[in-house]
Nanobody, 115 residues
Framework: EVQLVESGGGLVQAGGSLRLSCAASGFTFDDYAISWFRQAPGKEREGFSCISSSDRITYYGDSVKGRFTISRDNGKNTVYLQMNSLEPEDTAVYYC????????WGQGTQVTVSS
């Protein structure tokens, strides 16, 4: 079955860094754009970054541009999110999913940034 498993979250101080991973299985990974989403308490889940399937074109929302970097290793069926200069406003559960078509929602990984 289609699976997306997020990992790498944790507790970090403001200004710190984390690297999240999204491990995919059960589908042809190379055919799909993959996005990162996050959901903060009391807010809707929102996509903020995407990477295309073949040419690895990237997109970043204004809130993370210049601080986060999305990448993918198609040989490992994995998408990464390098998060630098973290802010308390980045606190959320982070998910990955298809960027253009929905695949599946995993359990997400919690990122908590203390001030």
């Amino acid at each position: 079955e289609v699976q997306l498993v997020e990992s790498g979250g944790g507790l970090v101080q403001a200004g710190g860094s984390l690297r999240l991973s999204c491990a995919a299985s059960g589908f042809t990974f190379d055919d799909y754009a993959i996005s990162w989403f996050r959901q903060a308490p009391g807010k809707e889940r929102e996509g903020f970054s995407c990477i295309s399937s073949s040419d690895r074109i990237t997109y970043y929302g204004d809130s993370v541009k210049g601080r986060f970097t999305i990448s993918r290793d198609n040989g490992k069926n994995t998408v990464y999110l390098q998060m630098n200069s973290l802010e308390p406003e980045d606190t959320a559960v982070y998910y990955c999913n298809g960027g253009l078509v929905g695949l599946v929602w995993g359990q997400g990984t919690q990122v908590t940034v203390s001030s």
